[in-house]
């Protein structure tokens, strides 16, 4: 097939448009339910959010799309790999591992968190928040996609696959859900799961980076129950930045990094604050994730 012929069939693909109506009833209902899990102002910034990284993508996903259609062009499994029902399984699995592994370095790289921070700085746990999208993080999100194509896979099938996700997680993000059967909850993401990753708790931090399935987050230890009778999940960032000034919501991370590059003299030091983990310090307390539950023993 031709590279017009898929821009074409792009150009046609109408699941996220058709999604929008539903995530839209989904937060009326939702409001109509429970009114005290929304605030006004930051609904606004999570409508405001998905609209500017929808506008960022624009050129990342055209150009990704581009990327993916040539090297499935070059894949010695093209012509195997399909559209059989099969081969959707399997790009499930194989989106959703992708998947992980562009959230989790979200949240593990400092100039990656910078663009993925957006999503997390509301203090409400709702379906609103599910649409506050990160911005910055749009630009380097296809890179986790690559290798994808040349395991036969052709980008429509992909574009139609990373949809189906962001519908499915857009769900997980409530209080109105508890704790689904543990089967589902061994294998899927789900708002339980999604609660925690959404906290701000030490317990809690940088957890559960699943998109459908919670079995990448249990294989590779960033998995973590949530313990209601322990300790309720608390949402928002670490420190908040309790601003509903959409601009400074979408850009306050990368400023903070510049400040610290311009405060530190090694470039070593430069460095570790653009690409080490979020609260990393070369001249005070360590404070990320990982150090602060070992020294809490969790």
Request: net charge neutral; charged share 20%.
């Amino acid at each position: 097939m031709l590279l017009t012929e898929y821009i074409q069939q792009l150009s046609q693909d109408k699941l996220l448009y058709f999604a929008l109506p539903i995530f839209f009833v989904g937060m009326l209902i939702e409001y109509r339910i429970a009114k005290e899990k929304y605030h006004g102002k930051d609904t606004g910034v999570s409508l405001l959010m998905m609209v500017f990284s929808a506008i960022v993508e624009f050129i990342p996903k055209i150009l990704a799309f581009i990327a993916f259609f040539y090297l499935h062009e070059i894949s010695p499994l093209k012509d195997i790999v399909q559209r059989q029902w099969w081969a959707w399984v399997l790009l499930l699995f194989v989106d959703d591992f992708a998947y992980y592994w562009f959230h989790r370095l979200n949240h593990e790289v400092r100039l990656f968190w910078a663009g993925h921070v957006p999503h997390h700085s509301s203090v409400y746990m709702n379906l609103g928040t599910a649409l506050r999208q990160g911005v910055g993080e749009r630009i380097h999100k296809f890179f986790f996609w690559m290798l994808i194509p040349l395991l036969g896979f052709d980008p429509l099938m992909m574009f139609t696959m990373m949809g189906v996700s962001l519908i499915y997680q857009f769900f997980v993000h409530t209080e109105l859900v508890d704790k689904l059967p543990k089967p589902i909850e061994l294998i899927f993401n789900t708002p339980s799961h999604h609660r925690v990753h959404h906290a701000s708790n030490i317990r809690y931090l940088d957890c559960n980076h699943a998109g459908i399935l919670i079995i990448w987050d249990r294989m590779f230890g960033t998995f973590s129950e949530e313990l209601k009778e322990v300790e309720k999940p608390v949402y928002g960032l670490t420190i908040n930045i309790e601003t509903f000034n959409p601009v400074k919501v979408a850009t306050h991370e990368y400023a903070a990094i510049w400040k610290d590059v311009k405060r530190a003299d090694r470039w070593n030091d430069k460095l570790n604050y653009i690409l080490n983990s979020p609260g990393w310090t070369h001249d005070g307390e360590d404070k990320r994730a990982k150090t602060l539950r070992k020294k809490m023993n969790l």
